[in-house]
């Protein structure tokens, strides 16, 4: 009987999990959001502080962390640290698989972790791994483009994986044809250009304009 025990703990602790995962996009997510996407990853750092300690269970504290990680392994080749990053990476994912279905945030939030994962891994020459997360961030997507059609912010993510399918750089395409995707750069352009100026009309997302901007100007090159 009692070796039952921590299996029924370790499903009680699941249900508990799931139950308390919340997305809220509150102004203290931007804030830190627009740390990140300023490269000052010391008030970042200072800024996930905060959050964890009063907002603990917000799923985009998840994906917040997993952007400074990306920041931090694409601008220097550290393999130690990108090996420690792969184990906080896969405690991140499952976190947000246990999040409740009732939301677009769930499938969008995996949909670019695992996208920024390809970046990361096509930087550190794991181009295999780096197609088996692009093909993952695809499915997620699908997912959450089928069950919320309305949610338009999957827009930047599906871009980005076009532009990856198709055009930057030309000897990662091969990624792609392992993944089973096809894109078109002129469509993530045309993508990206109409979010941008969706967000530039409404409040709830337009903190995110700076980041298309930037893979509006990258893609174009």
Same mark, same amino acid.
């Given at each position: ?95 947000? /698989? ?9 499938? @969008? ?7 920024? @994962? ?31 059609? @309305?949610?338009?912010?999957?827009? /930047? ?16 395409? @091969? ?18 250009? +109409?979010? /941008? ?16 901007? +930037? ?7």
């Amino acid at each position: 009987m009692l070796r039952f025990l921590p299996l029924a703990i370790y499903y009680f602790l699941s249900f508990q999990v799931k139950a308390d995962i919340f997305f809220e996009i509150s102004p203290e997510i931007i804030e830190c959001y627009r740390s990140g996407i300023s490269f000052n990853i010391t008030k970042m750092d200072a800024d996930l502080d905060k959050l964890r300690k009063y907002q603990a269970n917000n799923g985009f504290i998840l994906l917040l962390e997993n952007y400074r990680e990306t920041i931090l392994l694409l601008a220097n080749e550290d393999h130690q640290a990108y090996r420690i990053a792969l184990a906080a990476k896969n405690t991140r994912i499952e976190r947000l /698989k246990l999040a409740e279905d009732k939301s677009p945030y769930k499938y @969008w939030c995996l949909a670019e972790v695992y996208l920024q @994962w390809t970046l990361i891994r096509i930087r550190y020459h794991d181009e295999y791994r780096a197609a088996n997360d692009l093909r993952k961030a695809n499915n997620y997507l699908v997912d959450c483009r089928n069950n919320y059609q @309305w949610f338009y912010l999957s827009d /930047k993510t599906l871009a980005i994986i076009e532009a990856l399918s198709s055009a930057v750089p030309n000897q990662y395409r @091969w990624l792609a044809n392992i993944a089973g995707l096809k894109g078109k750069k002129t469509d993530a352009l045309q993508r990206l250009r +109409f979010l /941008k100026n969706k967000l530039d009309k409404e409040k709830t997302f337009n903190f995110l304009s700076p980041e298309i901007e +930037f893979y509006i100007l990258f893609i174009s090159r």
